[in-house]
């Protein structure tokens, strides 16, 4: 296959990033003689998988995201006699002469109020569209599935749910004690501690998460780490986070190398991740590669992710949540079983079989459309 994928969002951060990045390994790994071609809108992107003999790429013009969605990527992929286009975020060309393939996931039509305006008018006006032009849909869970379906009202013919997955880094072994001493002095990491990593939005539920926390730490005698990076309003989570009477316990290291990520998760006593929606939440499949104990939220997409591998909160009380936070931090019996379950359950969710199964639904559109 000529396999053309959109990544103007590459040079970003968040999960979405996360995702594109370990499903391009992936398919290098799994399906190294196929032709992979990566287009760019920033000259500085050029050359971050050169090294791969599969990859051609490409810097493309665009006076705009839109205009470089519809008019550059398309009028690529036609010079280029391209088999297929695929975007791993939220957009596709509209008038492709190829098959397109479009990755989904539907929390801002579930939650929009947690959304910004603009961002709101355009989901609404360009996602439906998106939807009819797609020759697939993937989705992130059979729950983000159903829910593109109602919010969006794309054709469940279209629809695919494939997993996501950790990084193959964070099924490493154990390392060193010297390696997680090391990895602890350089971010400043406490002895115990809880863990959130993610970006800071409105829909990772921060306030009500610190709010659980400061109850947990009237009788325990821990730490909070967070491990985020800016989206929108992560200004306003991080002030109400430094101006709660609890601020002195909760830390900000700053920016985590991508190497160093997994033993921050090792060395945590559970990660606290009660979103009020996540379409997949690739932080709960990291912490199960490393044996650190999770709780997730009792909505959205997460039961499907964690299993009976995780304790599930209801992200709209602050006493569920610090209840659940409690049971984990003060009960080894029960630490130990959900590190025995989520290490069960992590080899579920490897980018390897993320990128099989993406590129069995990419082999499908082609043949339909021969």
Not at 45 to 61: D, T
Not at 321 to 337: E, H, N, T, Y
Not at 360 to 367: D, G, K, L, M, S
Request: aromatic residues 12%; hydrophobic residues 45%; contains cysteine.
């Amino acid at each position: 296959m000529r396999i053309g994928i959109m990544l103007r969002h590459i040079g970003e951060a968040g999960g979405i990033v996360t995702y594109s990045h370990n499903l391009l390994q992936g398919f290098f790994r799994v399906a190294p003689d196929n032709e992979y071609h990566l287009f760019y809108n920033d000259p500085k992107q050029i050359g971050m998988y050169a090294q791969h003999g599969c990859v051609r790429e490409h810097l493309l013009p665009g006076a705009n995201k839109l205009l470089w969605d519809q008019w550059s990527v398309p009028r690529a992929a036609s010079r280029l006699d391209l088999d297929l286009i695929f975007n791993p975020k939220l957009s596709i060309p509209l008038f492709a002469r190829q098959p397109c393939i479009l990755v989904l996931r539907p929390e801002q039509f579930v939650h929009p109020e947690l959304f910004r305006w603009l961002d709101r008018k355009y989901f609404k006006l360009f996602i439906p569209r998106y939807c009819r032009a797609a020759r697939y849909i993937l989705a992130p869970t059979r729950q983000a599935s159903q829910d593109i379906v109602e919010y969006i009202g794309a054709d469940p013919a279209k629809m695919v749910t494939v997993h996501e997955a950790a990084g193959e880094h964070f099924f490493r072994p154990a390392p060193p004690q010297a390696e997680l001493a090391r990895v602890r002095k350089k971010y400043g990491l406490p002895e115990r501690y809880v863990l959130f990593v993610g970006g800071l939005t409105p829909l990772k539920n921060f306030e009500r998460l610190v709010k659980a926390f400061a109850l947990v730490r009237q009788s325990e005698d821990i730490e909070l780490v967070v491990v985020g990076f800016k989206r929108w309003k992560f200004e306003q989570d991080v002030a109400f986070a430094l101006n709660h009477p609890v601020s002195e316990h909760i830390h900000f290291p700053g920016f985590v190398e991508d190497l160093d990520l997994p033993w921050v998760y090792r060395m945590a006593q559970v990660l606290f991740f009660p979103s009020i929606y996540e379409g997949f939440g690739i932080p709960v499949c990291e912490a199960f590669a490393t044996g650190c104990p999770v709780i997730a939220a009792n909505r959205g997409c997460s039961p499907e992710v964690a299993g009976e591998a995780a304790v599930l909160v209801d992200p709209f009380s602050v006493e569920n949540m610090a209840q659940g936070l409690k049971r984990v931090v003060s009960d080894q019996s029960l630490r130990q079983d959900l590190i025995a379950k989520g290490l069960a359950r992590a080899p579920l969710f490897r980018f390897d079989r993320t990128a099989k199964q993406t590129l069995e639904v990419f082999q499908r559109a082609i043949q339909k459309s021969s």
